[in-house]
């Protein structure tokens, strides 16, 4: 059939597989196995995924369904958060651990591709060349990754089951439930200049960083 129909992503991955790694590509990837090795690293990572899923994320509804609760019976405004959501967002949740392992185990897939955003933001082509990468270069992004992607998927099917609790549509309590496990997991892309209107501290943050 010809190149008819094939998607960006999959005509970025053709060409990747035409073109070998150049020497900036496989210094990027050992700088980068290098940052990742320590294995503080990767307990911090464990931790700080842990406890977003755990307490912050659920805590944050709370807070949020108490002062909703308050503006509607004081002023009368419309309920946007319901104590509900927290048992459901729980549930969800912990049902989605064995997809969650399965999510984790495809990290490893030799197609797999691995997410730093603050390498090569945005750049489709970079992001599909590194399945060229030689596996010694990858395996310990890759289990930085493959972590991200396990607690990724539990959050998401947490916020989604949430959402649906209160009537949000499916398609939007998908999505919003998809961005919603990327930014608590630090996974969203970085914004110095304030594309996505994440707000100028968090911007001066990224541009600093």
Do not use: C
């Amino acid at each position: 059939m010809g190149s008819y129909g094939i998607g960006p992503a999959r005509l970025m991955g053709v060409i990747a597989e035409k073109l070998p790694p150049t020497v900036s590509e496989l210094f990027d990837s050992y700088r980068y196995q290098n940052i990742l090795s320590n294995p503080l690293t990767h307990l911090r990572n464990l931790w700080g995924n842990t406890f977003q899923f755990v307490f912050a994320k659920p805590l944050t509804k709370t807070v949020q369904a108490g002062a909703d609760l308050i503006g509607s019976t004081v002023f009368g405004k419309e309920r946007q958060h319901y104590f509900k959501e927290i048992p459901e967002y729980y549930k969800a949740a912990f049902n989605s651990v064995p997809l969650a392992a399965h999510a984790f185990m495809d990290a490893f897939k030799p197609n797999a591709t691995i997410n730093h955003p603050d390498f090569h933001s945005g750049d489709m082509l970079r992001t599909v060349r590194q399945q060229q990468i030689p596996r010694g270069l990858r395996l310990v992004p890759q289990l930085l990754e493959a972590g991200d992607r396990f607690f990724s998927t539990i959050i998401e099917n947490g916020e989604y089951a949430a959402l649906r609790s209160k009537g949000v549509a499916d398609d939007v309590a998908h999505q919003q439930a998809k961005e919603t496990a990327q930014k608590w997991l630090f996974r969203n892309e970085i914004d110095p200049t304030n594309k996505t209107g994440q707000g100028y501290v968090l911007s001066g943050y990224d541009r600093a960083t």
